[in-house]
């Protein structure tokens, strides 16, 4: 079965602080992706990668930057956390061919205080 | 610019009932719209799909109707069960590459036994 695994699943921070986010994913997939939730305005794309070392930017990148080492392993940092931040992030992944299904993580869900 | 749209924000019906969420698209390169359903706590999970080419889709009690021409497209659960009760999300995707999914605000969906 697919999976996505994010971590921390909850994290308080520090307005100013710096944060790391980590998604680690087990289905061979080539194509990750960081997205933030809030009320009212569904998922909304922050960064992307389609391939280990290279990253691209979704429609809301301001305030994050994001790494990927390896195929598994996608990372999304916030270099000064800000109190806009504060909101339940998810990490996905899918296949290369077009309308293959996107996994989801369960979220990280962070407060910045 | 909220390229996918989502209505009602909020839906109740009782437990037999049959919901109706729609959802409207601006771009017209979108080709396969995925709904996510999605519980507290939880990432989105894949419901059911349809591509541009289909102008209908259903598995079990879940059925798309999709309106090119118009930009709109429904979903229809059937029976609705309390275990429905979730936020439903619309989402849009085209050609090109990266398998960037476009959200929906989301829609809210409460069955009442």
């Known amino acids: 079965e697919a999976a996505v695994t994010q971590s921390p699943r909850s994290k308080v921070a520090v307005t100013g602080g710096k944060v790391t986010l980590s998604c680690h994913q087990t289905?061979?997939?080539?194509?990750m992706y960081w997205y933030r939730q809030d009320t009212g305005h569904g998922l909304r794309l922050i960064h992307y990668s389609y391939v280990a070392d290279s990253t691209e930017k979704g429609d809301i990148p301001d305030g994050y930057k994001a790494s990927r080492p390896s195929q598994e392993n996608f990372s999304l940092i916030l270099e000064l956390a800000s109190l806009s931040q504060t909101a339940v992030y998810f990490c996905a992944s899918t296949g290369e061919i077009q309308g293959t299904e996107v996994f989801f993580g369960k979220g990280t869900r962070l407060t910045v205080v | 610019q909220q390229q996918v749209r989502q209505s009602p924000q909020s839906l109740t019906v009782w437990e037999g009932e049959t919901a109706i969420l729609n959802c409207s698209y601006e771009?017209?390169?979108?080709?396969?719209f995925p709904w996510y359903q999605q519980f507290p706590g939880e990432g989105p999970a894949l419901l059911i799909s349809?591509?541009?080419?289909?102008n209908k889709k259903e598995d079990g009690r879940f059925t798309i109707f999709f309106n090119k021409r118009e930009k709109k497209l429904s979903l229809h659960i059937a029976d609705s069960q309390p275990g429905d009760s979730a936020t439903y999300f619309c989402?849009?995707?085209?050609?090109?590459?990266?398998?960037?999914?476009?959200f929906g605000q989301g829609t809210v969906l409460s069955v009442i036994p």
């Open positions: 289905n061979n997939h080539d194509y």
């Open positions: 771009n017209s390169a979108f080709d396969y």
């Open positions: 989402a849009a995707s085209g050609p090109g590459g990266n398998n960037k999914l476009t």
């Open positions: 349809i591509l541009s080419v289909s």
